[in-house]
């Protein structure tokens, strides 16, 4: 198991990016090149959430911020995980939007979670299955904590982009009941680099320890 904490969505990324590769599993399924479970804390979701080494430009990160709760301008989402994700929480009965009335009515309420998976329907591997699992919301003293739990994750390619998704919803929802954002909690299943993305993960492995020398 990997833990991390991070002071904001970018170091978080470079810290699970770093324990990943010098502690995860090589493994020999699913085309994986390391493996391992993680948690992941980060205490300002807020802060820089955007790092020069992740294959994504920023405004594409931006397009998907704003997306995952307007669904505005889907064309420009390439990543169709979102475009899934934003079906279940908002267009499928709208699950955000009770959270936000429960959590209205019932503050401390310990049960203002959305689970995504869909018993069933979601084993068949023709149909494209969501990896995040659930969304638990919980009001701590006037603040948002979110955990999230996903089954698994890229963490070359995905990660510090489901930060962003969930970062997103985190403070949509806090600014709706006038509460101030908490910790972000991430738990992976099974956080891999895969095979196919071997070299560039090392090298983006060398680029991250070449600023940790500095």
């Known amino acids: 198991m990997i833990c991390i904490f991070g002071e904001n969505p970018e170091k978080a990324w470079k810290k699970a990016f770093l324990e990943l590769y010098r502690n995860g599993k ?8 390391k493996n391992e479970s993680a948690a992941i804390e980060i205490a300002d979701i807020t802060g ?3 790092c020069t080494y992740f294959p994504l430009e920023k405004s594409a990160l931006d397009d998907i911020r704003t997306y995952i709760i307007s669904g505005a ?23 955000i939007e009770q959270i936000i009335n429960t959590l ?10 959305i689970c995504l998976w869909k018993n069933g329907t979601d084993l068949r591997r023709s149909e494209k299955a969501p990896c995040l699992q659930l969304l638990w919301f919980k009001n701590i003293g006037g603040n948002l904590d979110l955990h999230v739990h996903m089954r698994t994750t890229d963490c070359y390619g995905k990660l510090l982009l489901n930060f962003n998704e969930f970062i997103a919803i985190q403070i949509y929802v806090a600014n709706r009941l006038s509460l101030g954002l908490g910790l972000y909690r991430h738990f992976i299943d099974s956080l891999h680099f895969h095979e196919y993305d ?8 060398n680029k991250l320890l070449s600023e940790t020398r500095k």
């Open 104 to 113: 209205k009515e019932w503050p401390d309420c310990p049960r203002a979670q």
């Open 26 to 33: 090589e493994v020999k399924f699913n085309g994986f090149y």
């Open 198 to 205: 071997a070299e560039k993960v090392d090298e983006t492995m």
């Open 48 to 50: 820089s959430y955007y």
């Open 73 to 95: 301008n889907e064309h420009k989402i390439e990543h169709e995980w979102t475009i899934l994700y934003r079906q279940r929480l908002f267009a499928e009965g709208n699950h």
